[in-house]
Nanobody
């Protein structure tokens, strides 16, 4: 079992950068595949980025490739999402998620945080 707590959301302007953090409690953080999902108003939750146990494999939804970077620090039990060149359409609640199995990286997550709001204004 792992518990996840996101932080770092806020209100920014288009073009700005923001870094989200997700702190995990419990043992064996390094045994979990981690991801960030997001849910915009009126839309379904979607996969944004994922990272394997040691960080050697990552994946992104096409709309954030080249702008977002997912990383993790297993010593700190934390996963990050660095977001740059933010767009209005990036506005969403961002959720941290964890699971044990690697494949598929974009789905099948068992543990979820409560979410953090990111609002990008024009």
């Amino acid at each position: 079992q792992v518990q996840l707590v996101e932080s770092g959301g806020g209100l920014v302007q288009a073009g700005d950068s923001l870094r989200l953090s997700c702190a995990a409690s419990g043992r064996s953080f390094g045994n979990y595949v981690m991801a960030w999902f997001r849910q915009a108003p009126g839309k379904e939750r979607e996969f944004a980025a994922g990272i394997s146990w040691r960080g050697s494999n990552t994946d992104y939804v096409d709309s954030v490739k080249g702008r977002f970077t997912i990383s993790r620090d297993n010593a700190k039990n934390t996963v990050y999402l660095q977001m740059t060149s933010l767009k209005v359409e990036d506005t969403a609640v961002y959720y941290c998620a964890a699971k044990a199995r690697l494949i598929p990286l974009a789905s099948g997550y068992d543990y979820w945080g409560q979410g953090t709001q990111v609002t990008v204004s024009s």
